[in-house]
């Protein structure tokens, strides 16, 4: 037999897919339960075996092509962002039902009405207090007595949601997010690549071929904003003049408030830290400066809002920047749940399969431009690899997502890696890297990226069934069963005016004296999987814990005591 010679970079690709084989193999044996492995399973899976295929076949058989493009223009950014704009705003609707899957995502909306009223948070009537972990079962902001709801996150997602409302439609922030986004990553390949034309526009490839972010801006989820903000932060910072720094500056503030503050001073963290390099002292001062101020102020912000309200809180994550450290971040390192590197490996593992088949081996071929700190490189890969390690120590467990959500603000950074790996590839064998370029460019397109958009609508279809059928029903409420199937407790939401019926709440939360209180209210009725199934409605399988169904003896006594009442019906 012929002695196959394999270069540098095809040796590479064989080690990318035993890496991928023996990681994802063993988490496929390993039978996991619970969400991460769920998604892995059922999504990720095919695309990692599809992958290592593609890699071994490519490696030991090489496809050549002649790929020597113009550079891309504003035009053709522009056509491209708009196409996509346009996919994934006519996405949100035709492919996830307009409908918010995750808590995260259902606070953000929840947050949005409470701004559209003109409010920061909701007074709540003290007849609904003592209800309120009922009404909102999780991610509700620590007020004491419950006077307010309004969720943990912060404003900044939610307030873009609001303006969009204001001006057209919720549904499109985050399909003009990722037009902006675009646009921005367009211009910064351009700038840094240069004549490599083809770096440019394998950047632009990594993300628009990307079902991540292709997916996420189809839903309220705040990662779309993050991405956006933080390559517009980057183009901002490279430009380099005074008036681009002040606007990054103020970027940067705001992107702290999307959502988490953690997640940009990881990105712009490395970047600031360049200005010492080249002794910059003032501008790195100021960049410290505002980014200080801007980490207490977002801290302290939950107690802003409370006191804006006449509520001045002693304790709880609406007390202060001091109880929001102990009450919200210490926990984080305290509190950590078993299983960090396993989570991280499906993380990992889930990003790879959710991003363009050609993704992880150009990131890879870029790491001597890492090393030797060329061009942006280096801050590039520093602000993923940061982002990385502290989510391994505060929070390894992503819960829902279409990929993996926490790094999501670091994908212009991997797409502008993925450019400096097809450039020095090039440099080496332009028509080797090509062809994979081209090869792998095609599977995404034509089989991973429709797969992994049919996966995300297969899942969301019957939590968006069940969701309908409890809305429809003629009655002032309806209990849900939280505590025999955690699908469920997702079900429960609500507006923060309680403008809607019926009004859902969670068992879970729920004594039989509260139960007799809404059954002197009006009429109640009780949803569990029996209830539904006799709908035709079939509740998705418990995938947060290990799969199995449980009939909860609490909720079978809540549904019986109403029934001795005569207060109780079955579901329409």
Known sequence: MRNVHLSAERSLLLKIALALGIFGGALLVARHPGLSAHYFRTQGSPVIALLCLALVALALRPVRYRFDPAPPTALHAGAIALVIGLATWLGTRWLMFDYQVARDTQMAVFDAQIFESGKLAQPLDPFWRPFARALIPDFLLDIPGNALLVSTYLPG?????TLFARIAEPQLTNPVLLVVAVVALWDIARRTFGPSAGAAW??????VLSAQVLVAAMTPYAMTAHLAFD???LWLFLRNRPWAHALAMAVGLYAMGLHQVVFHPLFAGPFILTLLAGRRWALFGAYALVYGAGVLFWFAYPSLIASMVDVVPQTGSAAGVAPFVEGRILPLFTDRAAGGLGYMAYNLLRLSAWMPLFMVPFVALAWPDVRQNRGIALPLFAGFALTLAAMFVLLPYQGHGWGYRYVHGLIGNLALLSGYGFARWQEKDAGEAAGFLVVTAALTALVSLPWLAWSAHAFVAPHERVYRALARQEAHFVIVDTDSNRALIDQVRNRADLTNRPILLSSKALSEDQVST?????????ADAPA?????????????GDGRERRSPRFAALVEYARRTGCSRTLD
């Open 157 to 161: 997602n939610a307030l873009l949601r």
């Open 231 to 233: 390559v517009v932060w």
């Open 532 to 544: 539904l199934a006799r709908l035709g409605i079939t509740v998705p399988a418990d995938v947060q």
């Open 518 to 526: 809404l059954c002197r209210l009006g009429s109640v009725r009780f």
């Open 202 to 207: 394998v950047a632009l490839a990594t993300l």
